[in-house]
């Protein structure tokens, strides 16, 4: 019955936002912009807007309703539903009383094999989530330390971080169909062969650049939930938590580079460079730094 009210509430949204953008266009392109003189009712239509805006939220919006069997399905994630280690214990009994604490449903709880210490959350909304530890995590934090992380991914599922990155994903979709759709009416005129490579090279460009936006927004997101975390368990842990997983980064790194030189291109949101603009994680200094000035 919850999964069932979650992605009722997803498609309500979907339906509203699509509506919004459909009147919000309607408005645009028949009054506003032709009293300025600006005439694109001949290049978008409003059936040209709503199917572009039902791809583009209609595939962000399935993308999260299966983001849980997805995730699981991905790492190989095992269920915690009666913890049978002390680790065990100490991951159900954090988002268990970080979700008390909340007054929000408790998140399924997962652990899975993996030599990285990280951990997820995901699922629809705040109400229906779950939250993944790796192994790696388990083994290269203390106790402190993973209730720190654990407060990371509770204040994603508290501040529905999932449900307004797909917002944005779908917003972001959305232009890309329209912008290139015009390309394609344009260009068809002169020649159909030509509209149809330049519509799929646009709609490849413009998808890659929309990782921009979607991906600051992640960023951001990641200093909202440190905050979170500091506010729940105490900075100091969290700072000590990305502290030790950039250590394990570092080693790794060096291992790496000792075996093979292309091996550090494997480690993610350690981008230094023009492409940490799609990094969706900041540089853990950065977050050390934000969590030091609170």
Do not use: C
């Amino acid at each position: 019955m919850k999964k069932l009210k979650g992605i009722g509430l997803l498609l309500l949204s979907n339906i509203l936002i699509i509506a919004t953008l459909s009147i919000t266009f309607t408005i645009l392109s028949q009054v506003i912009l032709p009293a300025f003189g600006i005439d694109v009712r001949g290049i978008v239509s409003g059936p040209n807007l709503l199917f572009a805006a039902f791809f583009g939220f209609g595939g962000a919006f399935l993308s999260l309703a299966m983001s849980k069997t997805l995730a699981k399905m991905m790492v190989g994630a095992s269920p915690i539903t009666q913890p049978k280690t002390q680790a065990e214990q100490l991951i159900f009994e954090t988002v268990q009383k970080i979700s008390e604490r909340l007054k929000i449903a408790m998140p399924e709880v997962y652990v899975y094999e993996s030599p990285d210490p990280n951990a997820f959350a995901t699922g629809p909304s705040r109400n229906n989530s779950m939250v993944a530890v790796s192994t790696g995590l388990l083994q290269n934090l203390n106790q402190n330390e993973i209730r720190a992380v654990l407060a990371h991914e509770m204040g994603h599922v508290y501040n529905g971080d999932m449900f307004t990155t797909t917002v944005l994903a779908g917003l972001m979709n959305t232009f890309v169909y329209i912008i290139a759709n015009m390309i394609y009416r344009f260009l068809a005129e002169r020649s159909e062969g030509m509209a149809f490579v330049a519509y799929y090279i646009i709609h490849i460009g413009l998808s890659f650049l929309a990782m921009i936006p979607i991906s600051w927004w992640s960023r951001r997101r990641e200093f909202s939930a440190d905050r979170f975390a500091a506010n729940t368990v105490g900075k100091e842990h969290m700072i000590s938590a990305l502290q030790a997983i950039n250590r394990w980064i570092n080693q790794v790194q060096y291992q790496y580079h000792n075996e093979d030189a292309l091996a550090t291109m494997k480690i993610s949101g350690q981008t230094r460079s023009f492409m940490q603009i799609f990094s969706t994680h900041p540089p853990i200094e950065a977050r050390v730094a934000a969590l030091q000035d609170l």
